[in-house]
């Protein structure tokens, strides 16, 4: 029997940490994944999870973990396909270095995902994010620099771990215009030319923002780095004064990723080319794109004015005479007593 653990620990450090590049929030959410699974490899098997051993992580387990998921702790399909593609990924790592394993890897990563509902994605419309972006308050610290972050999120599309983890030394300024460099997912980095408006929030916020030890572009109060909760917490203030002028925000979940889902759209309205977005967002396939061709209506009134609708004969009802209409009802009433006309 192989011990998993020293397995489990390699496969944090160097496959996500080293060969993944993957980001900080992609490791705590993995990591989350394998506590639920060995806590439920413990109670099943009666092992501590320091002695759980890899053959005994089979596709039988896996699957009464994922029902144990859906039944005990009520997750959604996502929530189910996401713990399973953490142990997919881990079965992966795990075959080049247990090859006795390799039929029960096998069977592991044959396990299907569960289908899930396609939904529409969230976004803002245009009185509504310029409801968002009028709501911070000009002429104090804090409102400068949230309306740098809100104008920076919705213009640039950045991930919430992008738009905090932005160092101050990635935003140069050209002219009318400013470079900003994104180091987004698997430390991929993108450039971004942003407009003149985005270029004197960020200069505003710079005038203000002071020397602070932290390279991070945005800071917080107390003069350390801006963190994702900060970011919600900055978001749902301006959210919930903003729906006092635009009401429509109050039946909407405003999340840190809706300003990324907004930009995407503005986006695929203004180019109609699906590419453009991708490289925008950052996305390392355009499948990951498509999901905005369901929200956006553009292509769509574009095909209903290509198409021909099919010609119908035509025609214009007229309603009867009273009269006939009357005497028709008696002749079938009489018919339903019995009795012929």
């Given at each position: 029997m192989t011990t998993i653990a020293p397995h489990i620990t390699a496969f944090f450090q160097r496959r996500l940490a080293v060969d993944r590049r993957a980001s900080p929030h992609t490791c705590d959410t993995y990591a989350y994944a394998f506590q639920l699974l060995l806590e439920f490899m413990s109670r099943k098997i009666g092992v501590p999870p320091a002695n759980l051993a890899l053959e005994q992580l089979d596709a039988p387990l896996v699957l009464d973990f994922l029902d144990d998921l859906q039944q005990q702790r009520h997750n959604s399909p996502r929530t189910r396909n996401a713990r399973l593609a953490a142990i997919r990924s881990f079965m992966r790592f795990v075959e080049s270095r247990v090859p006795s394993v390799l039929d029960q890897v096998r069977r592991v990563r044959a396990i299907p995902a569960q289908k899930t509902d396609t939904r529409i994605v969230r976004h803002l419309s245009v009185q509504e994010h310029r409801a968002l972006l009028d709501a911070p308050e000009p002429t104090t610290r804090l409102g400068i620099r949230d309306r740098a972050m809100l104008l920076l999120a919705l213009a640039g599309g950045l991930r919430v771990s992008e738009l905090v983890g932005l160092?101050?030394?990635?935003?140069?300024?050209?002219?009318?215009?400013?470079?900003?460099?994104?180091?987004?997912?698997?430390?991929?980095?993108?450039?971004?030319?942003?407009?003149?408006?985005?270029?004197?929030?960020?200069?505003?916020?710079?005038?203000?923002?002071?020397?602070?030890?932290?390279?991070?572009?945005?800071?917080?109060?107390?003069?350390?780095?801006?963190?994702?909760?900060?970011?919600?917490?900055?978001?749902?203030?301006?959210?919930?004064?903003?729906?006092?002028?635009?009401?429509?925000?109050?039946?909407?979940?405003?999340?840190?990723?809706?300003?990324?889902?907004?930009?995407?759209?503005?986006?695929?309205?203004?180019?109609?080319?699906?590419?453009?977005?991708?490289?925008?967002?950052?996305?390392?396939?355009?499948?990951?794109?498509?999901?905005?061709?369901?929200?956006?209506?553009?292509?769509?009134?574009?095909?209903?004015?290509?198409?021909?609708?099919?010609a119908l004969r035509p025609g214009k009802f007229r309603p009867p005479d009273r009269l006939i209409a009357a005497l028709r009802t008696s002749t079938v009433m009489r018919s339903s007593d019995g009795v012929n006309p």
């Open positions: 160092c101050r030394d990635r935003v140069q300024f050209n002219g009318r215009y400013v470079d900003v460099r994104v180091l987004g997912k698997g430390r991929r980095e993108r450039a971004l030319t942003l407009w003149k408006s985005v270029g004197d929030a960020i200069r505003a916020w710079l005038a203000v923002r002071g020397e602070a030890p932290a390279p991070e572009l945005f800071l917080n109060a107390w003069g350390k780095p801006m963190t994702r909760s900060g970011f919600e917490c900055v978001l749902a203030k301006h959210v919930a004064a903003a729906a006092v002028r635009c009401p429509s925000l109050r039946a909407k979940r405003i999340s840190p990723h809706v300003l990324r889902h907004t930009c995407a759209l503005n986006t695929l309205q203004a180019t109609c080319d699906l590419r453009k977005v991708s490289l925008w967002l950052g996305h390392a396939s355009t499948q990951t794109t498509d999901i905005y061709l369901q929200a956006d209506p553009t292509e769509k009134l574009e095909a209903l004015a290509a198409m021909t609708p099919p």
